[in-house]
């Protein structure tokens, strides 16, 4: 028995010659580099998003999975080729060049149903130059996105292994599992909204139209190949000195490119209209 072994084994090492050194031993894996986020608690919380490996991020909506989209383009694409692949055709670009996002370093992969969105996905990582991919499954219905096999998601691991590439999902769901590198789920916390003061009763009621000013999040690690600092996975027992975090917060905040209050003092309105839009929409 172990002759046939040891025959086997130099006969498989006899054939992959030249093309695999030593396949009978495990390559230690070199820690990955990794590539800021742009959000700053998130960044000190996971060190950034690993090069060469899928990272997932889900959340339901409104957890602030487009918000950290918008900041890791707007960081990379000072440097690098991003491409983004928008299965739902829901991307704004407006909105995201509002967000820091350099356009002209953008491709923008429009598509129409989850079959073409990973033709294209999987077409951009084999040709390579990009140093972040997004795929936004955020707006796909999740009875389809859970029907990708779990061979997808493992090609997609291995397309973009060994590369200086970034590979990006957003989903409501996790559905790559252990293909993923890291696994961050998003949760909303609190909203803040502008105009929450009320001055007076007007005699006239409608529903006030106050604007989104930010929001607090949270995040949390379900799955990390790479050996951070300060995660806890969430299957495990918090230790007893409290050396580690289980989650992260954060907060989205609007741009601070001009006074909102200011801007809406400009607006012609009526007196009663403008006292109504003080009140809290919750």
């Given at each position: 028995m172990r002759s046939s072994t040891a025959s086997l084994r130099l006969h498989i090492e006899s054939t992959l010659a030249g093309r695999i050194p030593s396949p009978f031993r495990l390559r230690e894996a070199a820690p990955p580099s990794v590539v800021p986020t742009g959000i700053a608690a998130l960044d000190e919380f996971l060190g950034g998003l690993p090069r060469g490996g899928l990272t997932e991020i889900y959340g339901p909506p409104g957890a602030g999975k487009t918000s950290i989209l918008h900041s890791a383009?707007?960081?990379r694409t000072r440097s690098e080729v991003c491409a983004l692949v928008d299965a739902q055709d829901a991307f704004d670009p407006h909105s995201s060049e509002a967000?820091?996002?350099?356009?002209?370093?953008?491709l923008w992969a429009r598509c129409h149903g989850l079959e073409q969105a990973f033709r294209?996905?999987?077409l951009l990582l084999h040709g390579g130059g990009f140093g972040l991919v997004a795929l936004d499954l955020a707006d796909a219905p999740v009875r389809f996105v859970r029907?990708?096999?779990?061979?997808?998601?493992?090609?997609l691991r291995r397309a973009v292994e060994d590369t200086p590439t970034v590979l990006l999902v957003l989903s409501r769901e996790s559905n790559a599992k252990t293909c993923a590198s890291l696994v961050l789920r998003l949760e909303r916390e609190a909203n803040q909204w502008s105009l929450r003061t009320r001055k007076a009763e007007p005699r006239a009621f409608h529903t006030p139209a106050c604007l989104l000013n930010g929001s607090v999040h949270s995040a949390e690690i379900v799955r990390s190949v790479p050996r951070y600092k300060k995660p806890r996975f969430i299957d495990q027992p918090a230790p007893a000195d409290?050396?580690?975090?289980?989650?992260?917060?954060f907060e989205m905040n609007a741009a601070d490119r001009y006074d909102l209050k200011e801007a809406l003092t400009l607006l012609p309105r009526p007196k009663v209209q403008q006292e109504e839009r003080m009140q809290d929409p919750g």
């Open positions: 383009l707007a960081s967000s820091g996002v350099y356009l002209p370093r953008l294209c996905l999987d029907q990708v096999p779990l061979n997808v998601w493992f090609r409290n050396s580690f975090e289980a989650s992260v917060h």
